[in-house]
């Protein structure tokens, strides 16, 4: 699974060294514009997402996408899951993401 920034990343160093397809064109302009951190800044937050023991790779990489800066943009990450995060769980996510803003 990749970060935007990863995305980003890769179809940069593609571009350099061929052309783009069309849709390749458009994955780099939509990470371009909502990719929030380097590549090498994202891996390193999930990295430090990943040892909180609740999230998993995937949740991981949707929050270094999405950057969350509020308790409420956790909660809607974690809607579609079954375990309903605890306060003190959002708020270790919160403290990690703020190192990286």
């Known amino acids: 699974m990749a970060t935007l920034a990863e995305?980003?990343?890769v179809l940069l160093k593609r571009q350099e060294a061929q052309e783009l397809?069309?849709?390749q064109k458009l994955a780099l302009e939509h990470s371009q514009k909502f990719s929030r951190l380097e590549a090498k800044k994202a891996r390193k937050l999930i990295r430090e997402l990943g040892e909180?023991?609740?999230l998993?790779?995937?949740n991981a990489v949707k929050?270094?996408?999405i950057m969350p800066t509020h308790a409420d943009d956790?909660?809607?990450i974690f809607a579609k899951e079954r375990a309903n995060?605890?306060?003190k769980d959002v708020e270790k996510i919160l403290s990690v993401?703020?190192?990286y803003l």
């Open 21 to 23: 397809t069309a849709e």
């Open 85 to 87: 995060l605890e306060k």
């Open 7 to 9: 995305v980003k990343e």
């Open 52 to 54: 909180l023991e609740f």
């Open 74 to 76: 956790v909660r809607v």
């Open 97 to 99: 993401v703020e190192k």
């Open 56 to 58: 998993t790779q995937q």
């Open 63 to 65: 929050i270094a996408d």
